[in-house]
């Protein structure tokens, strides 16, 4: 407890409102001020715990679709595929996509029609943990504010006691 002090008075000394007019998250900061809990927590925790197949496999596809090996090696093979199919080897009788390659635009139209929409799912995933993320630090950030608006008027008290000691020693020096 602070001090004895309810939520509702840290809510109208420290934010100038209400009770009823906070926020949740001021809410949930002043009521960790005043039961003196930690409002700070590690949101960096893996989510594999928590996460169904679905949505691990999408976040792989999109940490693999997004990489240098990725479009390094889809490259070659795309160059591959080419170089087989082309004139070049027309003599050996291995092409089966002859130019202009359709096998292979719909090959390609049909992963990027498979793998657009896993990325979104991955990239959705993502910017829902950033708002969870925003959302923690903001209440982390309130929480240090209220905290050192609360140590500024401990010391302003401190400094006023500590002039009024000091006076009432001068008084008495001086009186003697």
């Known amino acids: 407890m602070t001090n004895g002090i309810s939520v509702d008075e840290l809510a109208v000394q420290l934010l100038g409102k209400t009770a009823d007019s906070l926020s949740r998250a001021e809410r949930r900061v002043l009521e960790s001020i005043h039961h003196r809990e930690i409002t700070s927590r590690n949101l960096d925790v893996p989510h594999g715990e928590d996460s169904t197949f679905g949505q691990r496999l999408a976040d792989h596809v999109a940490a693999v679709g997004g990489s240098w090996g990725f479009i390094i090696g889809f490259a070659v093979v795309l160059f591959g595929w080419m ?78 006691d500590v002039a009024r000691l000091v006076n009432a020693g001068t008084a008495e020096v001086s009186g003697k």
């Open 83 to 160: 170089l087989i199919n082309s004139r070049l080897f027309e003599s050996l009788d291995i092409g089966f996509d002859p130019y202009p390659f359709i096998f292979l635009n719909l090959m390609l139209s049909m992963l990027a029609a498979i793998q657009a929409p896993i990325i979104m799912m991955s990239q959705n995933r993502q910017g829902q943990k950033d708002r969870q993320a925003a959302a923690h630090d903001y209440e982390v950030n309130l929480r240090a504010e209220l905290e050192i608006i609360r140590l500024h008027e401990k010391i302003n008290l401190l400094q006023r």
